[in-house]
């Protein structure tokens, strides 16, 4: 799809910002979200969990990792760590020095390190060893709070799950889909507008669009295929080459394309650019 006109789209974002905001009928508030999920589909088809696991210990060891890190540096760190603890048990025995340095990279490693080795002596105290999957026993373990089991239940256990980070939130608001801030009121807002079984990849697809387009200071308004949907149309630059040029990540050729941008209107942002 290409972005329509801009005067055109500014003046319906108007309008539906006001509808949004003086309460949006709930048929009409789900044809549009509708609408943006296939889009949302259309548009980011590579979205996925970007933490390398292959087991569900393994995801929940990782997405520990993860706070205040970035999965790429996750990633760096989990190859050696998961051969050095390759159990629940290994974890609640581990030396506290050698995993802290293991895990020093990602930050916070003593925190994280504190989590890792009481996870572990958990999940062998308490379940054999073996990760629970519901939401009701993993929130209840070291370390895992809702974001995480919800990560951990979507992607490891394939039990849907709505993963309610910073660019989740962030945009969810933007798009009048909610007004919580509490994220157990956002996950609870957005499942009720979305089918179940989408709600893992849709999280996934939500987070990319968020880190790819419509970034926290500077959306890319202009390059952003959403924009007719969307109330908040003109929060970030509207012209073409202005947006194309905050648009970040390996699809950006693409997302340029679909926008009807050509890819040499604007130069690529330089890596680790945060608009
Ligand atoms: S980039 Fe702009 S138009 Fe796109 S979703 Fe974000 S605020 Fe809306």
């Known amino acids: 799809m290409t972005t329509p006109a801009r005067a055109p789209l500014a003046r319906s974002a108007a309008k539906l910002a006001k509808r949004v905001a003086e ?3 709930p048929l009409g508030r789900a044809r549009r979200v509708g609408r943006m999920l296939r889009e949302l589909t ?8 970007e933490l390398d696991f292959t087991t569900p210990l393994e995801l929940a060891v990782a997405t520990i990792l993860s706070a205040q890190s970035t999965d790429k540096g996750v990633n760096q760190v989990t190859p050696a760590l998961f051969a050095r603890y390759p159990s629940a048990l290994a974890y609640a025995e581990a030396d506290r020095a050698e995993l802290e340095q293991m895990i020093h990279s990602t930050g916070f490693f003593r925190n994280k390190a504190s989590s890792l080795i009481g996870l572990g002596a958990a999940v062998v105290e308490r379940h054999g060893g073996v990760l629970p999957h519901t939401l009701d026993e993993l929130v209840k373990l070291p370390g895992i709070g809702r974001k995480t089991a919800n990560v951990i239940l979507g992607n490891a256990f394939d039990v849907p799950g709505i993963t309610v980070d910073t660019h989740f939130g962030r945009l ?10 509490d994220p157990v009121k956002v996950e609870h807002a957005v499942g ?10 849709a999280s996934h697809r939500i987070i990319f669009h968020g880190r790819r387009v ?12 959403l924009a ?42 330089a890596p680790g650019d945060t608009p």
């Open 23 to 25: 309460g949006e009928p």
């Open 42 to 49: 259309a548009t980011h088809p590579d979205a996925h969990c």
């Open 172 to 181: 969810v608001r933007r798009w009048g889909w909610t007004e919580e801030e």
């Open 192 to 201: 009720a507008l979305i089918p179940k079984r989408e709600w893992t990849m």
């Open 214 to 225: 419509c970034h926290a200071r500077k959306p890319a308004c202009g390059a952003c295929t």
């Open 228 to 269: 007719p949907d969307c109330p908040s149309y003109g929060t970030g630059p509207v012209e073409p080459e202005k947006a194309a040029a905050l648009v970040k990540g390996p699809s950006r050729p693409f997302l340029l394309a679909r926008a009807g941008i050509p890819e040499d209107a604007a130069p690529a942002p």
